[in-house]
């Protein structure tokens, strides 16, 4: 709170006096200080153009992470999800040093208790600060910040099937948005549970909603995810990434439209070839079964991008064959600890 209160952000809790946004929740037992309420905090760039500022970008990352094991060892999360909430921070610091003034009102969201049932996020979108009618999209970062292997780092967006328009938007604007792989994926492709995130509560109410996520599992749900194992360079782009989706949608006069229940379609199944190529030419050494099992997999979805389609059937087998290999790519080759920030390094922001 003091971080944004620094940087000029505006406070967004219930009443508009403080940035705290409390509701009722439960004891969780993994957690060092149990409390009955949930604390989210909420900061505000208000909108510019009296049009348009009662619409809003919602911006969330979560602040909570495993509590402790048996043994009383701290998970602190810094991939999962410190390094989102460093982006919220900082995205807030430098729009508000700018001058930047939107069209449109961007919310900073901090959610709580994301990671015993998206607590926080989901009593927000039930109960938001803003109008909920004006909600155009929630972006949740987490994780951000970790390559999936060394010398390979991509963003995945996962949901804006349930938004057409601005996904085709996206996609479109691809080149110039990232200068890595950019995958825009279906987000039945990722396993819910046991992968979730803040975004998924605002798709279920009905609001458009993306997953910004760094794919890099070395760490994930450990204790040695400690601030020493970020990938700076990837956390930069990610921001820069990210500030120009923010822009793109908070100064756009447009809303688009929620669809229920979008099909897989055959595009969300071959953007996975693009990580896997990225990890065949990271890994020059992996091992004869691991390049063989994702070789075979490419060629599955190679089949599949030609034919533009497939069978329905095959869709949760081929899904969860990508996210497994990949994500146990990421545990067990994990790398060397990263240099620290390079000095001028945020000069690649601009």
């Given at each position: ?12 809790g ?72 460093a ?24 959610t ?168 065949l ?18 060629r ?8 533009g ?6 869709v ?18 994990p ?6 920030f ?9």
């Amino acid at each position: 709170m003091d971080a944004l209160s620094r940087a000029g952000v505006a406070r967004g809790g219930v009443d508009g006096t403080s940035y705290l946004y409390l509701y009722p929740s439960e004891p969780h037992p993994r957690y060092l200080f149990p409390y009955p309420t949930g604390h989210d905090v909420v900061g505000l760039l208000p909108g510019a153009d009296p049009a348009h500022r009662d619409e809003s970008v919602v911006v969330m990352a979560h602040y909570d992470h495993l509590g402790r094991d048996s043994r009383r060892h701290v998970f602190n999360g810094a991939y999962d999800d410190v390094a989102g909430v460093a982006a919220i921070l900082e995205l807030a610091r430098a729009f508000g040093a700018a001058g930047y003034a939107p069209r449109r009102t961007v919310v900073w969201l901090i959610t709580d208790e994301e990671e015993s049932g998206l607590r926080g996020a989901r009593a927000w979108a039930k109960n938001p600060t803003v109008p909920r009618d004006g909600i155009v999209l929630g972006i949740s970062l987490d994780p951000i910040g970790r390559g999936l292997v060394p010398g390979y780092a991509f963003t995945a967006l996962f949901g804006l099937e349930h938004s057409p328009e601005l996904r085709e938007r996206i996609a479109a604007s691809r080149p110039a948005l990232s200068r890595g792989d950019l995958l825009i994926a279906h987000r039945d492709l990722i396993p819910h549970p046991p992968f979730a995130s803040d975004h998924d509560p605002f798709l279920n109410e009905g609001l458009p909603a993306v997953w910004f996520v760094n794919p890099g599992f070395s760490f994930y749900h450990q204790v040695t995810d400690e601030a020493a194992t970020i990938q700076y360079d990837v956390l930069l782009e990610s921001v820069r990434v990210l500030a120009q989706l923010v822009d793109s949608v908070a100064n756009d006069d447009q809303r688009y439209p929620f669809v229920d229940e979008p099909a897989v379609e055959a595009r969300d199944l071959a953007a996975f070839r693009a990580p896997i190529g990225g990890v065949l030419g990271a890994l020059p050494d992996l091992g004869r079964s691991q390049r063989e099992s994702l070789v075979g997999l490419d060629r599955r979805l190679a089949a599949i991008e030609v034919s533009g389609s497939f069978d329905p059937a095959e869709v949760e087998d081929l899904g969860l064959a990508a996210i497994a290999q990949l994500f146990t790519l990421g545990v067990t080759n994990p790398g060397p600890i990263p240099p620290p920030f390079p000095a001028g390094a945020t000069a690649a922001l601009r």
